[in-house]
Structures are given as C-alpha cells and as structure tokens.
C-alpha cells in the first residue's frame, strides 16, 4: 500500500458545518472498506445550517489504540458570532441530541462525524469578554469518540449549502 502524493490544491478551513438529528435520518450505510457513507432522511426533513464565524472552524481527530480497538475521536469548535435570542435557542434544541454533522472543507471534501449508533454531542459557552475588539459570542464544540473513522459523502453528491438570510438584529 502507496499513499502518493497529493494532485491539485490543499487549502485549509472548513466552510459550512451542516446537523441533523439522528431522528431525521432514515438511514446510514457506511462501507467499511471505502469509508463511503450514504444517508437518506426521512421525508420532509434535511441537513439544517450552522453559521461559524469565518476561519474559526477547526476540527482536531486522533486516534487511540485501547484494548478494545482502535478508537477515533473528533472535536469540532466554532464560534457563532452575538449574543442573540434566535441563536440560543436553536443551541438550547441542540443539547443532549445525538447529531450527525456534515463538514465540508475548502477543498469540497465532505464528512459525516458521528453514526447512528455512535453519534455527536454538543458543548457550548457564551463568551463575553470586557474589551470590545474582543470575539463576543458562542463557541460550540461538538465531539464524538467511534469505533472507526468519519465516513466520506460519496462523491458527486455534495450540494453547496445556501445560508438562510441573515437576521438584523
């Protein structure tokens, strides 16, 4: 086995981050020797958007070796930028949920961290520093530990998330 080198760019960052509940999905397949996962929602349901302030997206995955296997385990923090009433609620809905989340970096590859069986949780804090130019807002960290790793959404199914419009206040 070769791992060559890469073609073509290897920008970093990652651009939106999508969630789904784990009761919205009808199913998900994961190839074990492709990594390859498909997903079906159930109907009328979807991926739902979450904002991120610019470059503040980072993803940190490791693995462990444990008696029982190998472990992967994922953690994703972000800022969502204001103190806003509309924001913590739909952060509020989020706690204790078993989320699937889809992640699509700057050079279009697209993953789902979690499982049916095994999926994310989320973590949040609201920051509130006392100097103005300072970051005020959410950081929310989503983690996971799975028995193997995120799967890759095949390839050709990636659609560009359109954002909601932006509230005013």
């Known amino acids: 086995m070769t791992v060559l080198r890469h073609t073509g760019g290897n ?25 390859v996962g498909a997903i ?4 009328g349901k979807g991926w739902n958007y979450l904002y991120g302030s610019p470059d503040s997206i980072q993803l940190e995955g490791k693995e462990e070796d444990l008696p029982a296997g190998i472990r992967y385990s994922y953690n994703f923090k972000m800022l ?13 809905q989020l706690n204790q949920r078993h989320l699937i989340i889809n992640a699509i970096d700057k050079n279009g590859v697209s993953r789902y961290y979690g499982t049916l069986d095994q999926p994310m949780k989320k973590l ?7 100097t103005i130019e300072s970051y005020q807002g ?7 530990e799975f028995s193997q790793p995120a799967a890759y959404a095949p390839v050709g199914t990636y659609v560009p998330v359109d954002p909601p419009p932006v509230s005013e206040d």
Request: cysteine-free; proline content about 9%; glycine content about 8%.
């Open 11 to 35: 920008v970093g960052g990652i651009n939106p981050v999508q969630y789904a509940f784990k009761e919205d999905i009808a199913s998900l397949i994961i190839n074990p020797d492709t990594l």
């Open 40 to 43: 079906t929602f159930k109907p």
């Open 80 to 92: 969502i930028p204001k103190d806003r009433k509309d924001v913590e609620i739909i952060l509020m």
């Open 124 to 130: 949040g804090k609201l920051l509130k520093p006392a």
């Open 138 to 144: 959410w950081e929310v960290v989503f983690n996971g």
